[in-house]
């Protein structure tokens, strides 16, 4: 998601889903270069509402996956549990990168034919159904 601004008139138009690679197309009012900017302001406090369903670790007694609506719920669950939610990047010698992780922007583009067929295979490999239309 990008924000654009038009490099001479007031034009601005917020959050544009584009790829990253993607030609800027001109001002639609006076024709000259539009950029990307930041015109959009991010909030000051993060908020503690979350959505998570927890499958393993903090399940409940009966191992049946758990569900958490605030963070602070959440790390109270784990001190109850003697865990610690723990997340960290462990880069190669002298690199801030890793063999474990991949660029979000550097995901191959698939065409829709192909992403559709993944996400059947998906859907019966996960739910053991078939929607596929015939």
């Not at 909030?43 to 007694?61: A, Q, T």
């Not at 569900?67 to 690199?95: C, D, M, P, Y």
């Amino acid at each position: 998601m990008y924000d654009l601004a038009c490099t001479q008139c007031a034009f601005q138009k917020c959050d544009q889903l584009q790829a990253i690679d993607e030609t800027q197309r001109p001002c639609p009012k006076c024709g000259q270069p539009v950029i990307r900017a930041w015109l959009t302001k991010v909030p000051y406090v993060v908020g503690d509402e979350i959505d998570v369903v927890i499958e393993n670790g903090l399940c409940w007694p009966d191992d049946t996956p758990r569900r958490f609506r605030s963070r602070q719920e959440l790390a109270r669950a784990a001190k109850e549990a003697g865990l610690t939610n723990r997340v960290e990047h462990i880069g190669r010698q002298g690199r801030d990168t890793s063999e474990h992780t991949t660029r979000w922007v550097a995901i191959p583009r698939m065409d829709e034919e192909a992403r559709v067929r993944e996400w059947h295979e998906h859907e019966v490999k996960t739910f053991g159904v078939d929607r596929t239309v015939r």
